[in-house]
């Protein structure tokens, strides 16, 4: 009988935790996962923000793509989706100015700026045309060419309709966006030759 006491009472108490809004928040878990030394954990935790409906999961997803050398292209994607659900009417666009700045960053490594600029193109947003022409022309902090980037702009800029010769989304438009991902796709690698950083 006393068990049966106790056993209600921590029902009681859970039913009361849960109704009063003392949950445990998903993005401290999940940004715990983020700084595991497992990198399972690390992509599950990418999976999982890709899919979760909160907005802070962009921020975590952009710590992700700018520090993870591992798991940076599949933080690539899952940004891809989170630019193709989040349409706003906000003016200029979070995600595609967050993701600008990455691009059009002489300090960040080539291949960071490159993906950067593909995620642009990937989204679909024509907002991204101006942060676009100017990753185009993009130089690297020694005011040297980046090619790498230059190149991965140029394709985004033929996606979005800008050029006279287009090309076609890696991602297909309507895949992605608002659909519960159980694995993350690997995008094409970018081509690198002797990156310089």
């Keep these: 009988m006393r068990y049966l006491i ?17 949950a ?7 940004n715990e996962q983020i700084e595991s030394e497992d990198i399972e954990v690390r992509q599950q935790a990418v999976l999982r923000l890709a899919n979760l ?7 975590s997803l952009n710590e992700v793509f700018e520090d993870d050398d591992e798991l940076r292209d599949i933080a690539a994607v899952a940004l891809v989706k989170k630019g ?15 993701i600008a700045a ?15 600029a593909w995620i642009l193109g990937e989204i679909g947003d024509r907002e991204a045309i101006p942060a676009l022409k100017t ?3 993009a130089k690297l902090s020694n005011g040297d060419p980046a090619p790498i980037v230059q190149e991965q702009a ?22 992605l966006a608002h659909q519960q991902l159980s694995v ?3 995008p094409e690698p970018i081509e690198t030759g002797e990156e310089a950083a």
């Design 6 to 22: 106790v056993l209600a009472s921590v029902l009681a108490a859970a039913i009361i935790l849960s109704i009063s809004g003392c």
């Design 24 to 30: 445990v928040d998903p993005m401290e878990r999940l």
């Design 53 to 59: 409906d909160d907005p802070r999961a962009i921020v």
């Design 84 to 98: 193709r659900e989040e349409v706003t009417d906000q003016k200029p666009d979070p995600i595609i100015e967050g």
């Design 102 to 116: 990455l691009a059009n960053n002489a300090h960040l490594s080539q291949h960071v700026r490159a993906r950067a």
């Design 135 to 137: 990753a185009a022309a």
């Design 154 to 175: 140029n394709q985004a800029l033929e996606k979005l309709g800008y050029k006279e010769q287009g090309r076609p989304f890696e991602m297909a438009m309507g895949t």
């Design 184 to 186: 993350i796709p690997e």
